[in-house]
């Protein structure tokens, strides 16, 4: 399984910016798939997931911002980002997480990261 993130780049605060993830070697359909940041000095954290049924969820820091979205038939998730702020700076990683069994353990793939560097 590859995870192709792209869309990454320099902009100015208040710009906006949007991210791709293509998946090949695996469906995305039956998965949840997610974004998530890591900043220089700081732990990877959750910026948004999306669900195999569409419902989304968003780190409290970019609600209203950002918006996630899915298309199964391209294996593609994307992450619209607007009205970005310096602190949106890090690196942006895909994430798809498959379910394995009915006790809800999950394996999780990753894609190499896209720079997203917002400037004051």
């Known amino acids: 399984v590859q995870l192709q993130a792209s869309g990454g780049g320099l902009v100015q605060a208040g710009g906006s910016l949007r991210l791709s993830c293509v998946v090949s070697?695996?469906?995305?359909?039956?998965?949840?798939m997610a974004w998530y940041r890591q900043a220089p000095g700081k732990q990877r954290v959750l910026v948004a997931r999306?669900?195999?049924?569409?419902?989304?969820n968003y780190a409290d820091s970019v609600k209203g911002r950002f918006t996630i979205s899915r298309d199964n038939a391209k294996n593609t998730v994307t992450l619209q980002m607007l009205s970005l702020k310096p602190d949106d700076t890090a690196l942006y990683y895909c994430?798809?997480?498959?379910?394995?069994?009915?006790?809800?353990?999950?394996?999780?793939?990753w894609g190499q990261g896209t720079l997203v560097t917002v400037s004051s």
């Open positions: 070697g695996s469906r995305i359909s039956g998965d949840a």
């Open positions: 999306i669900t195999s049924s569409g419902s989304t």
């Open positions: 994430n798809q997480r498959r379910i394995v069994n009915v006790e809800g353990a999950f394996v999780d793939h």
